[in-house]
């Protein structure tokens, strides 16, 4: 099969690139003839007011990428397009190219953007659902975008405009929604449940079972506010005893985390840092858990996903996705969003509870290789693309079942 990804890079990597290139190398150790079509929010100056405007306007409908997409298109002759990102760059002005040629497309919503201009629906430390109750305009009132109403005023004119033209209605096939409860949030939002699939995240390679647990806590991924690592430092300024924590990762808050652990003297506290992922897994293997004290709706991260497949078991807010993806005594525990006195009684009991906390983790890499390793996600993807082919009446013989060589790391 003729395989066209698509992939609009943010200024800072994060773990839609990592789908994104875990897809790609999974679709070609297959077999398949895979393209990637990239671009990369780097590429956008923003200095002046005009070069504001000008990205505005691009973000809305960029004719560079339209054209640039169109060539690819007629040299290549995909048999189906994956989209995982068109935000800023390349913009939705390819979606109707596909349409004219017969080419079903296929897109993975990594967040929350076509339904909130934050992508994120989180605002001013609390979650927000203006938008899906109401108008766009309550995202420009806020600023929510880049906290600027201006750059938000972008976001919400690309989103009125191709609400309009019919845009994700019309030329996307199969959207691919990576939790049940992102997939109904769409549908609040305006979108088709018919349209949906549903498919999460994998990790690929196996880092394999870890073999045996370890004596500290893990927190992995960006320092940003939305994360709640101020509710985990809360509680465990709540704890017995300064249970060693290590902090793996980077963002705009870790200068204020850093301060706020100072200023309360929370022993046992370290901070990483970003670390490559090969040593990222290794502390998660060392861990006793993992916790992900998120008070925003993640997608679906591939902290947990990793995790898993380490046999480490997770303790996360119930919120959203999360309460969906770890299961509560069974591959981790779950606390009350935003409560650092819960999550304190989760962590202490987790702390004196060694033996049911290694039954979870065995719980947790039997989950991974029931649900997340790359031959399950390879199954679900190569269903997924042929039923959108199908959909589209399309009259090629090409198959995506093609069987996949398993890896180990």
Request: net charge neutral; hydrophobic share 40%.
């Amino acid at each position: 099969m003729r395989i066209l990804l698509v992939h609009n890079r943010y200024r800072e990597a994060g773990g839609e690139d990592v789908v994104f290139e875990s897809e790609k190398r999974l679709l070609e150790r297959a077999g398949h003839q895979v393209v990637a079509f990239e671009r990369s929010n780097q590429e956008l100056k923003d200095n002046t007011a005009l070069d504001r405007v000008a990205i505005a306007s691009q973000m809305v409908w960029s004719w560079r990428s339209r054209n640039q997409f169109a060539a690819v298109l007629d040299e290549f002759r995909p048999d189906i397009v994956h989209v995982h990102n068109s935000f800023m760059v390349i913009s939705p002005s390819i979606f109707s190219l596909c349409t004219e040629r017969g080419i079903p497309v296929v897109q993975t919503l990594h967040n929350f953007r076509l339904i909130c201009p934050a992508g994120t629906f989180f605002r001013d430390g609390n979650l927000c659902h203006d938008c899906v109750k109401g108008s766009l305009l309550e995202s420009i009132r806020h600023g929510c975008y880049r906290h600027s109403r201006a750059a938000t005023s972008g976001v919400a004119a690309m989103l009125a405009v191709h609400r309009m033209l019919g845009t994700w209605h019309r030329h996307v096939t199969r959207f691919i929604a990576l939790t049940e409860f992102a997939k109904q949030k769409f549908v609040e939002g305006g979108f088709s449940a018919e349209q949906f699939v549903v498919k999460p995240n994998f990790a690929d390679p196996d880092p394999q079972e870890r073999t045996n647990s370890g004596d500290y806590a893990v927190y992995v991924g960006r320092l940003t506010e939305e994360k709640g690592l101020h509710i985990l430092l809360d509680a465990w300024d709540l704890l017995p005893k300064p249970y060693p924590m290590y902090i793996v990762g980077d963002g705009p808050e870790r200068a204020a985390l850093e301060e706020k652990v100072r200023e309360r003297k929370l022993a046992g506290i370290t901070f990483r840092g970003w670390v490559p992922r090969a040593e990222s897994l290794e502390i998660v293997k060392g861990a006793r858990f993992i916790v992900v004290p998120s008070i925003w709706y993640e997608g679906f991260p591939m902290t947990v996903v990793e995790a898993f497949a380490c046999g480490t078991p997770v303790i996360c807010s119930r919120l959203g996705g999360l309460g969906e993806i770890v299961q509560d005594n069974a591959t981790g525990l779950h606390f009350h969003p935003g409560d650092p006195r819960d999550l304190a009684t989760k962590v202490e009991w987790a702390w004196s509870h060694e033996a049911e906390m290694a039954r979870m983790g065995h719980s947790a890499r039997s989950t991974y290789e029931k649900e997340y390793t790359a031959e399950k996600n390879y199954s679900q993807l190569c269903r997924i693309y042929e039923e959108a082919l199908a959909s589209r009446a399309y009259r090629g013989s090409r198959s995506c079942q093609i069987p996949l060589q398993s890896t180990t790391r």
